[in-house]
């Protein structure tokens, strides 16, 4: 199964840009990017996805590299809200075969 | 629009009691999966059900039975709960499976097992 890489850990000023780093080398070209974030004590929020091109919505942005091999989570001005543990999924886009797996993340925190 | 709902949201167990995890959404989704999270670590699946009559086993799925009552409900199944059970369980949904559409979690299920 195609897995994903991420830092532990990062540290963000707040009102500052904070681009979240994935790696995925072995992706396969059916596999959609996901992202998702948990706050403390709660569960995992999706934030966005993508398979090819870039997205962007309320949330976030999310930069996926041409060769699919890596992708970058863009918060464009981080609060104290969004610290959180995000993770970066692949999920596999065959019926049947869901393998939607979670690594352990990176955690985000923000300076006030 | 309450999304995903679990209940209990905490829950003490003996060591061979048996209990039920439910979990119902709104949302009209097709698939549905059940997660667990233990201290430290990412979520791993324990079982899903792609549409309504079907289950199947995810990564961790020995210790627990599931079912899929209806479109709506989706339900965790320890039978003989044991200590390595302890953890937070989450129920999720998605308006399909095998496609781009994100998950809706609930907010969880703190089992601990004594």
């Known amino acids: 199964d195609a897995k994903t890489t991420q830092p532990n850990s990062m540290e963000s000023n707040e009102e500052e840009p904070v681009h979240l780093p994935c790696n995925h080398s072995?992706?396969?070209?059916?596999?959609?990017i996901h992202w998702y974030r948990q706050l403390p004590s709660q569960g995992p929020e999706y934030v966005i996805h993508g398979l090819t091109s870039n997205v962007n919505n309320r949330m976030a942005s999310l930069a996926i590299a041409e060769d699919r091999k890596s992708s970058t989570l863009i918060l464009h001005r981080a609060t104290l809200r969004d610290a959180a543990v995000y993770y970066c999924i692949l999920r596999h886009a065959n019926f049947g075969n869901e393998k939607l797996t979670f690594g352990t993340g990176t955690r985000l925190t923000i300076i006030p | 629009n309450a999304g995903v709902t679990q209940t209990p949201k905490f829950q003490v167990l003996k060591t061979g009691q048996s209990m039920t995890l439910q979990c119902a959404q709104d949302m009209n989704h097709n698939s549905m999966y059940w997660y667990r999270q233990d201290p430290g670590m990412g979520l791993r699946l324990i079982y899903y059900s792609a549409s309504e009559g079907t289950t199947d086993k995810g990564e961790v799925p020995n210790g627990y039975n599931v079912s899929r009552l209806n479109k709506r409900e989706f339900s965790l199944r320890l039978e003989s709960a044991a200590p390595s059970q302890t953890s937070v369980y989450f129920c999720?949904?998605?308006?399909?499976?095998?496609?781009?559409?994100?998950?809706?979690f609930g907010s969880g299920t703190r089992l601990t097992v004594v």
């Open positions: 072995t992706i396969s070209g059916t596999d959609y």
């Open positions: 999720a949904s998605s308006v399909d499976s095998g496609t781009g559409y994100g998950y809706t």
